[in-house]
């Protein structure tokens, strides 16, 4: 609601006093909506979103994409955990996915059908290190799905809580389904099959679309490079072939580009070397293109 005041280009603090006391609310619920609203605007000050003019007015900088839009109640902790990040390092990309994650919703199913397959995985291990049935079962409770970026999250939500206290009421959900299913190529069909959501595929595709949308329109361009550009535009192609598939009753083959170097699970996949963007060499893989979403 803020950022929409905002572009109207009117005084945004009339438009917010005007909501935020010209409504039915009690006048205590009034008082935490305002502290709230003030908190936010706070947060978004500090993350480079607004911007005062010399005038006094604040504003939208100029320099945020169109479709720019804060749609997570942590999306502002998200933008400001993205400046902890080392944009020249390798895996930049991916922990950008994993800070973009760590504030959507779980998908339920997936974590547990993730925890799962770790969990076998984990005693198949301890099994052949011959490690007793009692140990073996007090270790697999450490064992759970896949959280990139734990401590660095956990450190930096506590941080930014205590001058940003509204966050308080949300939590930090670390878990990587994006990040998985890129580091291991795979079509969403494989992914699926992998885990064994056939049941879920819904979910899978609603968790993925949403995903998309929050990194389409969080990630400002500035923190934007050429490899998390192309691992942003082949998501929405798979998203968009899924949803068209899921329509017309074809498969899809969109997969993430295996690394050069290795096609293990824990390799990062580099992008492609082309000339043009992913969206040119998602586009010859894939024959048919629904304009959902945009």
Same mark, same amino acid.
């Given at each position: 609601m803020l950022l929409n005041v905002l572009a109207r280009g009117e005084d945004p603090y009339e438009a917010m006093r005007h909501l935020l006391t010209d409504n039915h609310e009690d006048p205590a619920a009034q008082r935490r909506h305002i502290r709230r609203a003030i908190a936010i605007a706070r947060a +978004?000050?500090?993350?480079?979103?607004?911007?005062?003019?010399?005038?006094?007015?604040?504003?939208?900088?100029?320099?945020?994409? +169109?479709?720019?839009?804060?749609?997570?109640?942590?999306?502002?902790?998200?933008?400001a955990c993205l400046e902890l990040l080392d944009k020249e390092a390798p895996e930049y990309p991916l922990d950008v996915v994993s800070v973009i994650e760590a504030t959507l919703e779980d998908p339920r199913q997936v974590l547990s059908a993730?925890?799962?397959?770790?969990?076998?995985?984990?005693?198949?291990?301890?099994? #052949?290190?011959?490690?007793?049935?009692?140990?073996?079962?007090? +270790?697999?409770?450490?064992?759970t799905w896949p959280r990139p970026l734990l401590e660095l999250l956990e450190g930096a939500y506590e941080t930014y809580r205590q001058g940003h206290p509204y966050v308080a009421d949300y939590e930090i959900k670390p878990k990587s389904v994006v990040r998985d299913m890129y580091e291991r190529a795979m079509t969403f069909t494989e992914y699926v099959s992998f885990y064994g959501l056939s049941r879920s595929e819904g979910l899978v595709l609603r968790y993925l679309a949403d995903a998309y949308r929050a990194l389409r329109q969080t990630v400002p361009?500035?923190?934007?490079?050429?490899?998390?550009?192309?691992?942003?535009?082949? +998501?929405?192609?798979?998203?968009?072939?899924?949803?068209?598939? =899921?329509? =017309?009753?074809?498969?899809?083959?969109?997969?993430?580009?295996? #690394?050069?170097? #290795?096609? #293990?699970?824990?390799?990062?996949?580099?992008?492609?070397?082309?000339?043009?963007?992913?969206r040119c060499w998602c586009a010859t893989r894939c024959s048919a293109v629904s304009s959902w979403p945009r």
């Open positions: +978004l000050i500090a993350g480079g979103v607004i911007e005062r003019t010399d005038a006094g007015v604040y504003k939208l900088v100029d320099d945020l994409q +169109l479709d720019f839009a804060l749609n997570q109640a942590l999306s502002p902790f998200a933008l993730q925890r799962q397959k770790a969990r076998g995985e984990a005693v198949n291990q301890m099994k #052949s290190d011959g490690i007793e049935y009692e140990e073996r079962m007090a +270790l697999l409770e450490d064992v361009e500035d923190a934007r490079t050429e490899e998390l550009g192309d691992l942003i535009e082949w +998501l929405g192609e798979l998203v968009r072939q899924v949803d068209s598939s =899921s329509t =017309s009753g074809s498969g899809c083959a969109t997969r993430a580009p295996r #690394s050069k170097r #290795s096609a #293990s699970t824990t390799s990062r996949p580099r992008s492609p070397a082309t000339s043009g963007r992913s």
